[in-house]
């Protein structure tokens, strides 16, 4: 009988379950809401219903390449979430499970005129950790600032942002690119974050002054300790058989 290598077995178990691939807990795209965009409406999985409110502003459910190319990279099937507000509008929803460790929370958002105040919030309870801003001034964010993007030949066409969000052991890190030359990236200390919010304050109409934001999902890495103990039992199982 072939003698197996008992400790190559072994590393070959952990080196399987640190390549396992991510999993989807939790999905949503504007392509879900056929029907509309409504507070208490929910076209995905993994999160809570939206909760909808302004004064002076509204949301739909439309196509960011109104704002030109840039912004178009946003939608999914010709659709985005879309807000608009000479007052305030807030987009708000939470995930229906916590996130764990090394759990990533993604999506995408658009604008083009920079005027009045956008962009989304984290919270964790009614406890706000995290702000990503953009006015006249520039970028700014818990943590950290970035000029604005030049119109000519970039904003004017749109800006689309990509956002990832990693779940730590001591609060989460973030990234935040475009094709249009803005990345930040950074990290925060705090408990978790169990909620999210975009708004748009004082923005006016027309299509410019539109937020839009799409492609929510939350991917979770399969825990490779447990994976590895799974077939590590099942090597010494088939070692004390022989």
């Known amino acids: 009988m072939k003698k197996t290598n008992f400790g190559a077995a072994v590393v070959a178990a952990f080196l399987a379950a ?38 002076d502003g509204g949301w739909f459910r439309g196509n960011a390449s109104v704002q030109g190319s840039n912004s178009g990279a946003t939608d999914t ?5 879309g807000m608009w507000a ?20 993604s999506f995408d ?6 005027n009045g105040n ?12 995290f702000n990503f801003n953009i006015n006249s001034s520039g970028y700014s964010w818990t943590g950290g600032s970035a000029a604005s993007t030049p119109w000519g030949g970039a904003r004017e066409y749109g800006v689309s942002i990509d956002v990832a969000i990693t779940r730590t052991l001591t609060g ?27 708004y748009v304050a004082g923005a006016g109409g027309g299509d410019g002054g539109n937020m839009y934001a799409n492609s929510f999902l939350v991917t ?10 799974v077939g590590l039992a099942g090597l010494v199982s088939t070692r004390r058989r022989r």
């Open 172 to 198: 989460f890190s973030f990234t935040m690119t475009s094709a249009q030359g803005f990345s930040a990236s950074g990290s925060v200390a705090a408990a978790g974050f169990d909620s999210f919010k975009f």
């Open 118 to 129: 956008r962009g989304f919030v984290l919270s964790n309870g009614s406890t706000e950790v």
């Open 220 to 229: 979770a890495i399969p825990a490779p300790g447990a994976i590895a103990l």
């Open 18 to 55: 640190a390549s396992q691939a991510a999993v989807v807990v939790a999905s949503d795209n504007a392509t879900n809401y056929g029907s509309g965009w409504s507070n208490g409406s929910n076209g995905g999985t993994g999160f809570t219903a939206w909760n909808l409110s302004s004064s």
């Open 86 to 105: 000479s007052g305030y509008v807030n987009a708000e929803r939470g995930f229906t499970s916590a996130l764990g460790v090394g759990d990533v929370f």
């Open 77 to 81: 099937s010709g659709n985005s979430f």
């Open 109 to 114: 958002m658009a604008y083009k005129w920079d």
